[in-house]
Structures are given as structure tokens and as C-alpha cells.
């Protein structure tokens, strides 16, 4: 039987558990197989696993019905005859602390990074540069980071830009790269970005790592769902991208736990092969690294596609759990690709896995687990466990009622809009951005630029901007920087 050391995945052939250490949790996984297989309703069923032990979740909500875990389930037709065939399943109907999310927050909290944070390995993979305007991108990114110009938003950059094309010579050794196409593209990209609606996802407050892993007041992980229903159709690089500065972003900040009995966080990436289709062969390469380290960190990453065959071969051989649901081959390369992807598992005796492939029903897979060791177990044909929470999604009412209640209310909804590259560059040329233009009486601000202007002042404003310009080195590093030799930490 079971115990607190696992999480039950469903049961096999014989009606016995199947089960994964949680320990070995952080190894991650790959849930697979194609469209109405159950692969939603699989994901779904880990998270409430790991949230009954205290794991964070954080997962993308493709289709829209992954929110179903923040209402109470109601078993019943083929789901209730799958609860009742096992009877050491402790299925108690309920729902699970979730917060939902959305880049553009209407249906979740906002979702935001900084442009800074990103970074431009990221910002370029984004906006798709070739490798001058990747180059130029950088020119004008160590620009940001000398003279202290926070870059927050679109419109930093933007501004940015065009300080260099005014003032060439900041750029310094630079200048070769910044030329006046390069300058032109990186513009026409960040408005083909802009028409996107993805300038939604830059600006402040900025996601803070430690709201992700806060549990819930019983105990339990708190789940956290992307709404990315829009977003993967409607402009998939930018989901693509924020899910990988996520990753940086963990990798980046988390320290090192060394062997656990359970991970910290558990994150779900759906759609798994967007973040590796026209990703730059360096990025894709630094990808595969951060996958294989994080683990170290506590996080386990599963990858949610079709085809094991989305992902690179790099990335599949680091992948501990693997539930692949059924799969069909009607072309000789589908046949060929389906033998691969059997011959990925460890093989039973007790059945031909290639041909159990394309035999599996709905919510039925292929399973192979780590034994205690890390190895590999057998794969075993298996029934996955239903969810307790509900199969589908919430009301409009019933979100909006999650969303309320939420103990982030209040904490990203409203954007702040602070001083930056746009703010100081604007006061520069002499043009005060009109959100910031002081009344025409004289006020606190007017005094306090008289006193800016005396020697007192000329001190404390050198010191600011020494304090700034250090605050945007370790901003601007870009959160990958740790991995291409740099650190954004200094």
C-alpha cells in the first residue's frame, strides 16, 4: 500500500497501485499522447499530488479547464466505476488552492517580468533576431547597464533606442554594431510585439518568485494556473519565452537543497514542444543545461506534448517519470516514431509495449516510473487515478470568485509606473512625461530640485547615481547570464 513517501498514479493490470517516490519527484517527467487521451485530466490529477504534499505547482492552462482543480469534484458514470475499482484509493472530492494568472489580467492576476530581467538572450529569441540585431540588442542593452537606465517596459526600450540613434557615440566600441537597419528592425519588432498585446507582459510589479511557493494556510501547495488559452494561439513565442524566463528566473534565485524528501516546486510546461521549435541552437543548448541542474534546486519539470519526439534528445534522457497515453500511427514515419517512443521504456514481459500503444483507452497510459535507486522500473499499463477536483472548467462567476479571494488581491493588479530609461531620458531632452509634470506652485518637488542644485545636493545626487547605475548592472545582466559565464548577481 501507499504511503506518504508517494503519490499514487493510478492502478495496473492486476488493480495494484502504481506509484513514484516524491522523493525522486524532482527528476522530472514527461506526461504524453495524443489529443482527448486524457492527458489534461492526468496533469491534473499530479498536481493535486503534489499539492496534498506541500509542493508548489505552477502550470499553464492551455485549454482552459486545468482551473477545474479550484472546485470540489463530482465523481460519477465511468469516473465513479474507476474510483470504485480501487479501493485503497483515499478519493475525498475537493477542491485546491489555486491563483489564477493572465498576462493580460483579465482572467487571473497579472502576469509581468521586466524587460531587464529577461534580459537579451530571451528579449532576442522573443522578438526572433538575426544574429546583427542580436548584437545590436546587446550594444544597447550594456548601454542600459553603464548608465544606469532601468529598462522596465516596451517604451524603455524604445526610448532607448532612440538615444543611441541621436547620441552614437555612448555606444563607445559598440558603435559598429548599432547600425541604422539593426536600429530600425529591433523598432519593428517591439510593434509587431505591441499589436501582440504581449507589452502587457512587461512592467511592474514584476511575478515575485517567493508569492510562487508560499503554501496555502492548510498546508497544501498552492497551484498556479497560467490562463494561456489566448496566448498559445495568439502569440506562442511570447508564452514560449516567459515560460523559459521562469525557469532562468528558478535557476537563478534558488539555492542549492541537495537530496529532499520532496521538491519545492513542480512546474507543468504544456505545449512542451513550443519552447524548442526556432529556438536558437545557443539558447536551446542552455535550455538543456538549466533542465538538467534545477533538479538540484528542488524543481522538477514535466513537459506536457503529443509526441515524445517534440522534445531533443537532450531533454528526454533527463526525464524520470514518463506517462505516455495512447498514440496513432497511419503513416510509416508515424510507425517509426512510435517505435522509438516504445522503445524508450523499460520493457515487461507481461505484454508487447509497441502494440499496447495504439490499444490504449481514455485515461489509460503507459508508465514508467524511477525505482528507489533512480533506475528505471518496467513500464506498466496503467489506469490513472481520477482527479478530486472537478473535470472542467470553472464559471465566469466561479473564477472571478477565486480571484477575489485570493490572498495576492491586491498585490499585482494595479501597475506602478517608476522612474526608468523612458522617465530619464524624456527629463534629458527637457520634455517631463506629462503623468510626472509638477503643478505650476512651487511644492516639495520644486524645493527639493533648488536643494539638488547646491553643492550638498550635487553629492548625494553623484551618490544616487553610482547606486543606480550598480542597481542596473544587476538587473540588466538578463537571468541567463549565469549560464553564459556571466552572474546577474554582483
Given amino acids: 500500500m501507499p504511503d506518504s513517501s508517494q503519490f499514487i498514479l493510478g492502478a495496473d493490470l492486476a ?33 493535486e499530488a503534489f499539492s496534498d504534499a506541500g509542493v508548489a505547482v505552477f502550470a499553464a492552462d492551455v485549454k482552459g479547464d486545468l482551473c ?13 466505476e474507476r474510483i470504485a475499482g480501487m479501493p485503497w484509493l483515499e478519493h475525498r472530492p475537493q477542491a485546491y488552492p489555486v491563483t489564477l494568472w493572465d498576462v493580460h489580467g483579465k482572467s487571473g492576476h497579472p502576469l509581468r517580468t521586466t524587460l531587464s530581467e529577461m534580459g537579451p538572450l530571451l528579449l532576442g529569441n522573443l522578438l526572433e533576431l538575426n544574429d546583427s ?19 522596465l517596459d516596451i517604451k524603455d526600450l524604445k526610448a532607448l533606442l532612440g538615444h543611441l540613434k541621436d547620441n552614437p557615440q555612448v555606444l563607445g566600441e559598440d558603435s559598429a554594431l548599432m547600425t541604422s537597419g539593426s536600429s530600425q528592425a529591433l523598432l519593428r519588432r517591439l510593434a ?26 492548510d498546508g497544501r ?38 537530496d529532499a524528501d520532496k521538491p519545492l516546486l513542480a512546474l507543468f510546461f504544456d505545449e512542451a514542444h513550443l519552447l524548442f521549435s526556432g529556438t536558437p541552437k545557443a539558447l536551446q543548448d542552455r535550455l538543456e543545461q538549466v533542465v538538467r541542474l534545477i533538479r538540484s534546486k528542488g524543481v522538477g519539470v514535466y513537459f506536457v506534448t503529443q509526441s515524445p519526439g517534440d522534445l531533443p534528445d537532450d531533454v528526454l534522457a533527463q526525464l524520470g517519470l514518463r506517462i505516455q497515453h495512447g498514440l496513432r500511427a497511419f503513416t510509416a514515419k508515424e510507425q517509426k516514431s512510435l517505435r522509438a517512443v516504445a522503445d524508450g521504456f523499460r520493457p515487461n514481459p507481461a505484454f508487447d509495449t509497441l502494440a499496447v500503444l495504439t490499444e490504449l483507452g481514455i485515461g489509460e497510459a503507459l508508465v514508467g516510473t524511477l525505482q528507489d ?41 494595479k501597475p506602478i509606473d517608476r522612474e526608468s530609461a523612458y522617465e530619464i531620458l524624456m527629463a534629458r531632452k527637457g520634455q517631463v512625461p ?42 540588466v545582466r538578463g537571468l541567463m547570464g549565469s549560464l553564459l559565464g556571466g552572474s546577474k548577481r554582483r
Fill in 15 to 47: 488493480g495494484q497501485p502504481v506509484c513514484q517516490a516524491m522523493r525522486l519527484a524532482n527528476r522530472h517527467g514527461l506526461v504524453a499522447g495524443a489529443t482527448g487521451t486524457g492527458k489534461t485530466v492526468t496533469l491534473q490529477h499530479l498536481a
Fill in 68 to 80: 477545474g482543480l479550484g472546485a470540489v469534484g463530482t465523481p460519477q458514470g465511468k469516473v465513479a
Fill in 133 to 151: 540585431q542580436q548584437a545590436a540588442l546587446y550594444a544597447a542593452f550594456k548601454v542600459a547597464d553603464r548608465e544606469g537606465l532601468l529598462l
Fill in 192 to 217: 509587431t510585439l505591441e499589436q501582440q498585446g504581449a507589452e502587457a507582459l512587461f512592467g511592474e510589479p514584476a511575478l515575485q518568485l517567493p508569492d510562487l511557493l508560499q503554501p496555502a494556510a
Fill in 221 to 258: 501547495g498552492r497551484i498556479h494556473l497560467l490562463d494561456a488559452s489566448r496566448l498559445v494561439h495568439e502569440a506562442p513565442k511570447v508564452y514560449a519565452t516567459f515560460l523559459l524566463w521562469l525557469l532562468a528566473e528558478l535557476f537563478e534565485q534558488l539555492p542549492e537543497r541537495g
Fill in 373 to 413: 535507486k533512480g533506475t528505471p522500473g518496467m513500464v506498466e499499463r496503467v489506469l490513472i487515478a481520477p482527479p478530486q477536483s472537478r473535470i472542467g472548467p470553472l464559471s465566469e462567476a466561479e473564477r472571478a470568485a477565486l480571484i477575489a479571494a485570493s490572498p495576492l488581491q491586491g498585490r499585482y493588479d
Fill in 434 to 475: 506629462s503623468a510626472q509634470q509638477a503643478p505650476a506652485e512651487e511644492s516639495l518637488a520644486d524645493k527639493a530640485g533648488e536643494f539638488l542644485q547646491s553643492a550638498a545636493g550635487q553629492a548625494i545626487k553623484s551618490a544616487v547615481r553610482q547606486a543606480a547605475n550598480q542597481f542596473g548592472r544587476q538587473l
